[in-house]
């Protein structure tokens, strides 16, 4: 009587593993937009990527937590930067350029602002994605309360500095790739 329990949690743990299997052949099938003939013009995300946000009438659906993306903000940053605000916000563009957006972490450490601008990749369906190879952007600020990106024609120029104080600047560093999601 005792190995009944057992033997059904076994069978219900073997039907589950039997349907991850199935799933994961499944999805390896098609490309993750179920679309083997992208539209044309469309930016598609490597399977690498991973999916952050998903517009829907004006509103941006995070399909990776907010909980999520600051804990890996706080990961990239690797130096006690506390990440204690995360959001993506489209990049002021010209006319006729397409839209883009970055996901952006904001927090301190030491008592100083921190922030790191990584930008999206359209996947379609107003999907946007983290590329691995995405540039990323840093800012670490000196007697400043808080720094901006500046932009031109959407990308990623300079900083402002929130004060005017003789001294006070925020630094810029641009990387090559980034590392948000790897595990160290």
Same mark, same amino acid.
């Given at each position: 009587?005792?190995?009944?329990?057992? $033997? $059904?949690?076994? #069978?219900?743990?073997?039907? $589950?593993?039997?349907? =991850?299997? @199935?799933?994961?052949?499944?999805? *390896?099938?098609?490309?993750?937009? #179920?679309?083997?003939?992208?539209?044309? #013009? %469309?930016?598609?995300?490597?399977? %690498?990527?991973?999916?952050?946000?998903?517009?829907?009438?004006?509103?941006?659906?995070?399909? +990776?937590? *907010? @909980? %999520?993306?600051?804990?890996? !903000?706080?990961?990239?940053?690797?130096?006690?930067? =506390?990440?204690?605000? =995360?959001?993506?916000?489209?990049?002021? =563009?010209?006319?006729? %350029?397409?839209?883009?957006?970055?996901?952006?972490?904001?927090?301190?450490?030491? /008592?100083?602002?921190?922030?790191?601008?990584?930008? $999206?990749? /359209?996947?379609?369906?107003? +999907?946007?994605?983290? *590329?691995?190879?995405?540039?990323?952007?840093?800012?670490?600020?000196?007697?400043? +309360?808080?720094?901006? !990106?500046?932009?031109?024609? /959407?990308?990623?120029?300079?900083?402002?500095?929130?004060?005017?104080?003789?001294? @006070?600047?925020?630094?810029?560093?641009?990387?090559? +790739?980034?590392?948000?999601?790897? *595990?160290?």
């Amino acid at each position: 009587m005792i190995y009944i329990p057992r $033997l $059904l949690g076994l #069978g219900l743990l073997s039907l $589950l593993v039997l349907l =991850v299997i @199935s799933c994961d052949t499944a999805r *390896r099938t098609t490309n993750e937009f #179920g679309s083997p003939n992208p539209i044309e #013009g %469309e930016v598609i995300a490597k399977p %690498e990527s991973r999916q952050i946000v998903h517009f829907t009438d004006s509103t941006a659906e995070y399909t +990776t937590s *907010r @909980s %999520e993306l600051a804990t890996a !903000f706080i990961r990239a940053f690797g130096d006690g930067t =506390v990440v204690d605000k =995360v959001q993506v916000r489209k990049a002021p =563009v010209g006319s006729g %350029e397409p839209v883009k957006y970055y996901l952006i972490g904001m927090g301190l450490r030491s /008592g100083s602002f921190r922030a790191m601008a990584l930008p $999206l990749t /359209g996947g379609g369906d107003n +999907t946007y994605y983290l *590329r691995p190879s995405a540039e990323s952007y840093t800012i670490t600020s000196s007697g400043c +309360t808080s720094c901006f !990106f500046n932009f031109e024609n /959407g990308r990623i120029v300079g900083t402002t500095c929130s004060e005017s104080s003789p001294g @006070s600047h925020c630094d810029l560093k641009v990387g090559k +790739t980034n590392n948000l999601f790897t *595990r160290r």
